[in-house]
Structures are given as structure tokens and as C-alpha cells.
């Protein structure tokens, strides 16, 4: 008799499909959540779809200022934070962001791939139920602030009403005699419209043109002092990232590497054009007076010093970044 013949093979079981959904800091016009939405999309077609991921603007789940307490508690299963932002866990975030004269744009990509700043930040949420991805943007320095005041001497600040993005700021701000105001940046615009603040600090030209801050504040005050660079990072709750496959975890990071210089040199292509844009508006954009930035580097100096001697892991963070930043300024590393 005939042989029977050999058994079908068995359909191909679909890979599972995981959904994600992934919190913004920022709001729909700023340009930072059109990378969160580029990382997003990247990682869902990547994937070939087993990692389906959806990118929210600010407040669409959580509450503004509240996105670090939300991931904690499994409310997303990822976010777009800055590091500064985790105040309710540990201060040591903000010097990952940003510091007055710490590191430029460029010296901090290269800190976190080369110079132990990655290992830093996963050993900054070890105690928290959230995991440290990667940067997805890095900004070159921002605008120092936009005001509706015009602001020639230290005196012109003092009792000023400006917005500042984190507590560590909001903490030098004070010693400058401002009355800081912490805001989100999804609420600037409405405050500076409505009075509730006379200036604000918000990120680099090309952003702030795309939040129509050109509407609200006569002058765009520049200097790379008070924000040399500014980085805001992907992260993940502990157990939806245990529940990745390696090559899933390790799509995430690549692709945020991947997209963390584009946006880079996006941004110093657009910043430019955007300065341009605010002049044609009508703005006034200056150079920042230099006995406010004397003050400015004074006042956040002492703030260092109390941090790193009170907290030891703030102080391993700023003695690893000025490790580098010697190295890079070595070599001419700007």
C-alpha cells in the first residue's frame, strides 16, 4: 500500500502582541513629543508589531508633574520623563538633565554611552520599581528665559515670577531673590497669557517657537549658562520590562540611541531658523546680562556643594560628569 501521507504542518502560532501605552512629559506642540511619537512608531514597526507602542501627550493619562508616581505605580508601562523629574524618589535626577555650567549637549550623549553615565542612571532607580532605558532627547543649551520684562540688572529679577521645570532650579532661583513658580511645560503658555508669571525658562528656540511662546513674552533672553544641554530619557516599570525579550529590550535601547543624535542636529538647524522667527514676530532676542549670570553661577554653585555633601550619590553623579567634561575640554569636545 501506498505510504499515508506525511501530516500538514501545523499552522504558525502568531507571536504575542504586547500593547503599550507610553506617558509624555511633553505636550502635543512641542517637538519633544513629536520624538516620543517617532520612538514610539519605530519600536511598534521594528518589532514587527509584538511590541505595539502608543505615545500620549502631557496629563492624556497621568497628571502632569505626576508621570514618575504614575509609571511607579503601573498606571503606563512607559514613559518620556526628564531625569529631574523624579523628585518624590531621589534629587539626583536633575544633575542628569541639567546643571548650570555642567555638561553641553554633546559631552552628555557621550557621557552616557562612554563615561558611566548609563550605569548611573540604572543604579539611580534601583530602588524604585522603574528601569532606566536610555536618553531619547538631548537639547543643545536653552533659551536662559523668555520674560515680559526687560531685564538689564540683577535688580530687574528680583521679585520676578518666573517658571522653572524642577525644585533643584526653583531652589537656585531663589537665592537670585525670583519667586520660582514649577511648572509643566504643558502650562506655560497659559500661565505667561493669563499673568500668573512674568518669564519663563523653557528649552531651546525651535521648541518654544512651536508653543507660540513668541505670543506671550516680548524678549528671548540667550546664554548657555543656566542650561548648558537638557536630556529627557526613556524608562520602563520594572515588570513590564522583565517581560520583554532580550531582543524587544534590546530594540528599545538602540533605537533611542539611534534617535537621540538626530534630534540633536535637527535642533541646532532649527533653533537657528526659529531665532529668526521670533525677531520677525517682534521679539527682542538678547544676550543675557552678565552680572545675572555671575549670580546665577554663584547661587548654583552653593547649591552643589549642599547637594553633594549631603547626598552621596549626587555627589558620584557630579564628580563623574566633571571627570568628563575635563576629558572632553581636553580634547576640544565642546
Known sequence: PAPAPAPAPAPAQPAEVIEWRMQSWAAAGDRSFEQADRYAKMITALSDGRLKVEAFPAGAIIPVRKEAEGLAKGSVEIAYLPDGWFDAFYQSGHVFSQWVGGLTGVQLMF???AGGGR??????????????????TVHPAEVWCHSKKELKTLDDIKGLKIRVGSSSLADIFKDLGTSPVVLSGAEVYEAAKRGVIDAFEYV?????WG????EVAEYVYMSPVRAPADRQSVWVTDEAWAAL???????LIRSAEALVPRFFAETIVLDAEALEKFEDYGNKVLPVPAEIDEALIKAANAWLDEKTATDPFFDKVAKSQLRFKKLCEMENVQ
Request: hydrophobic share 45%; no cysteine; glycine share 2%.
Open 111 to 113: 557621557w552616557d554611552l
Open 119 to 136: 550605569e548611573l542612571s540604572q543604579e539611580m532607580v534601583k530602588d524604585v520599581p522603574i528601569h532606566f532605558v536610555a536618553p531619547l
Open 204 to 208: 531651546t528656540p525651535s521648541v518654544n
Open 211 to 214: 508653543m507660540g511662546f513668541n
Open 245 to 251: 525579550s532580550p531582543d524587544l529590550q534590546e530594540l
